[in-house]
């Protein structure tokens, strides 16, 4: 019937705003569980970075008989320091890495805590703090 016209196919204004309430309904659900379970991977990588860490500097330690100083730092793992002729190294199979937050690893040796100290200050990049911003250490 040429009088008669087709409905228009579409979504109604009403069917769009149903799709956006739900949608942000669910995003509000699933977006504070996802971002606090990243968090929790964050400081596990930082955990399994330290173990390592500390895996290398014990090799370091037997084949040179002391652990690298404060003032060689991490790097001695890669870099042979001038004035070590028993450095057997690298140590490590890749550079030494930053922690998940992008900032380098503290080390200090002789440590307040151990023969070394090697943290990460966390998240905020400040010492102490809860939760994600805690410091992850070796000596936990």
């Known amino acids: 019937m040429p009088g008669r016209r087709r409905p228009d196919r579409g979504f ?5 705003l149903v ?6 309904l669910l995003a509000g659900i699933v977006a504070p569980k996802y971002f606090t379970q990243l968090g929790r991977s964050e400081v596990k990588v930082a ?3 330290i173990e390592g ?4 500097l014990d090799l370091y330690r037997l084949e040179v008989g002391r652990y690298p100083t404060t003032e060689q730092g991490l790097n001695a793992l890669m870099l042979a ?3 070590e002729p028993k ?3 690298p140590y490590l199979q890749k550079q030494v890495p930053q922690d998940p937050w992008g900032r380098d690893y503290v080390y200090r040796s002789p440590g307040e ?4 100290d090697l943290l990460s200050l966390g998240k905020d ?3 102490g703090g809860d939760g994600e911003s805690a410091e992850i250490t070796s000596w936990q």
Do not use: C, S
């Not at 109604?12 to 769009?16: G, K, Q, V």
């Not at 799709?19 to 942000?24: H, I, M, Q, S």
């Not at 805590?113 to 070394?116: M, S, T």
């Open 12 to 16: 109604t204004l009403l069917e769009l």
């Open 19 to 24: 799709v956006l309430v739900v949608l942000g």
């Open 47 to 49: 955990r399994a970075q």
């Open 53 to 56: 860490l500390a895996k290398a």
């Open 81 to 83: 320091p001038n004035d």
């Open 87 to 89: 450095w057997g190294g």
């Open 113 to 116: 805590y151990g023969d070394y």
């Open 125 to 127: 990049g400040q010492p």
